[in-house]
């Protein structure tokens, strides 16, 4: 059990408490792992700044890489709100399980977006070269792989910081899959 607790906008400086607010107005609430950022007075604004920069990839495209990654990373908090997040965005369940295990049969554009954020993951940051030759032929190209590896080091920030504060998922929990790898 954790002892990082989450604060609440009373015990956050003055600048996360209008932080909390635009995203109370713009999701509902205030995620946990959110607002265990702003133990800091810098580090939620800047992930936010930088999870909200413009990228060549579709909000789908994004739960693609999110998912896939945050199964690498074993993330359940990061599971369970990108399975949330992948259904508003069109997934249904069973694709998502199949996305969080780097594939994606029913799309093959998404199957190499796939392929290549989970071969990054596993291979920190080395992606096999058959993943690389994958994703161009799929149609994506250098700004693309810039911009994925971009996303994937986003992911991969609340994945370690949920895997090592431990706060509490706020989310309906993501099913649990074992992936066997080689």
């Not at 936010?48 to 199964?71: C, P, R």
């Not at 399975?83 to 069973?94: L, R, S, V, Y």
């Not at 392929?115 to 070269?129: D, L």
């Amino acid at each position: 059990m954790s002892t990082f607790n989450v604060p609440t906008k009373n015990e956050v400086s003055e600048n996360n408490q209008a932080i909390f607010n635009q995203l109370e107005k713009g999701l509902g609430f205030v995620p946990n792992l959110y607002a265990s950022f702003a133990h800091s007075e810098t580090a939620l604004g800047n992930f936010l700044a930088f999870g909200n920069a413009i990228t060549s990839f579709s909000a789908k495209e994004k739960e693609v890489i999110n998912l896939a990654v945050s199964q690498v990373n074993e993330c359940v908090y990061c599971l369970s709100a990108h399975t949330a997040i992948g259904k508003m965005n069109g997934f249904t369940e069973d694709e998502i399980l199949e996305l969080r295990t780097g594939e994606a049969s029913f799309d093959s554009k998404l199957d190499a977006l796939a392929k290549f954020a989970r071969s990054v993951a596993i291979n920190r940051g080395a992606a096999t070269q058959e993943s690389i030759e994958n994703f161009y032929n799929a149609g994506y190209t250098k700004g693309s792989l810039a911009d994925a590896i971009l996303l994937i080091g986003e992911i991969t920030i609340t994945n370690y910081f949920h895997r090592t504060t431990e706060v509490p998922v706020d989310f309906p929990v993501a099913q649990t899959l074992e992936i066997v790898t080689a």
